[in-house]
């Protein structure tokens, strides 16, 4: 793995912390950056020492303020037909790791958006949540239109997209955009308390579980119950799944070898 710029990377125990690095620029999501960031995923994608990879922003002030407002000032029309942010944040939320956004200070635009594609949210009672690019004449273009109507209900996405408000860490767990809230300082903590439980799981139903819950949500429900009717039976035939149900009828923990 290359040396970043604008990133920090430490990996402890399964664990892999990115850290958006430009607290200076409240952890803005420029080119560089979002390059940087799609290495560091398939990096991690591809290291079997990685079980699970958290995502934070450097500093008290911002998880990630969105997108570099100086470079989109430059872009052009066609230039949005691009994968780009969104084609990015799509190999995230694909990725058959575990990811967890720690979410404190501002979470706007794509910031947000990078949030939304990660598996589990934590967030500060303090964090704020938006999607305000209806200020600058544009839409959220990074999968916020849709993933934030899926996870919270497509009448409280509307009215955040389209009066662009601002909503804290406790009202964002009222709604569920936030699986767990957490005290200023214990937010690191937490994260890695939600790692460790992940951690625990057998990794190939890991991979399984998220195939299902995404390839299955759109879909019909006797397409998506089959989906899972077809995860479980590649479940069923791996070395984990014998370990652990043999592990549970002889009251020990599991040791799975991802096969």
Request: with cysteine; glycine share 10%; charged share 25%.
């Amino acid at each position: 793995m290359d040396q970043y710029e604008n990133l920090l990377v430490q990996i402890e125990q399964g664990t892999m912390w990115l850290t958006i690095n430009r607290p200076e620029y409240r952890n803005a999501l420029n080119q560089e950056t979002l390059q940087e960031l799609d290495d560091a995923f398939q990096w991690a994608e591809a290291n079997q020492a990685v079980k699970v990879i958290l995502i934070q922003g450097a500093g008290e002030k911002s998880f990630a303020a969105g997108a570099d407002i100086k470079q989109l000032h430059e872009r052009k029309m066609l230039e949005a037909l691009v994968p780009g942010m969104q084609g990015l944040y799509r190999k995230i939320e694909q990725l058959d790791k575990v990811t967890i956004a720690a979410v404190k200070g501002y979470a706007l635009g794509g910031g947000c958006e990078l949030a939304m594609a990660c598996d589990i949210r934590i967030a500060t009672k303090k964090a704020k949540f938006g999607l305000p690019e209806l200020n600058l004449g544009i839409i959220p273009g990074a999968g916020g239109t849709q993933r934030l109507s899926r996870i919270v209900g497509k009448g409280r996405a509307l009215d955040m997209v389209l009066t662009g408000k601002i909503i804290d860490g406790e009202e964002a767990e009222r709604i569920g955009l936030v699986s767990y809230l957490a005290e200023e300082d214990a937010l690191e903590k937490k994260a890695e308390e939600v790692a460790f439980q992940v951690m625990k799981k057998g990794p190939v139903a890991i991979k399984l579980a998220k195939l299902a819950i995404h390839k299955g949500y759109d879909a019909d429900l006797e397409t998506a119950m089959l989906i899972e009717k077809l995860a479980q039976a590649v479940a069923f035939g791996t070395d984990d799944k014998k370990e652990g149900t043999q592990a549970f009828l002889e009251k020990r923990p599991a040791e799975f070898s991802n096969q």
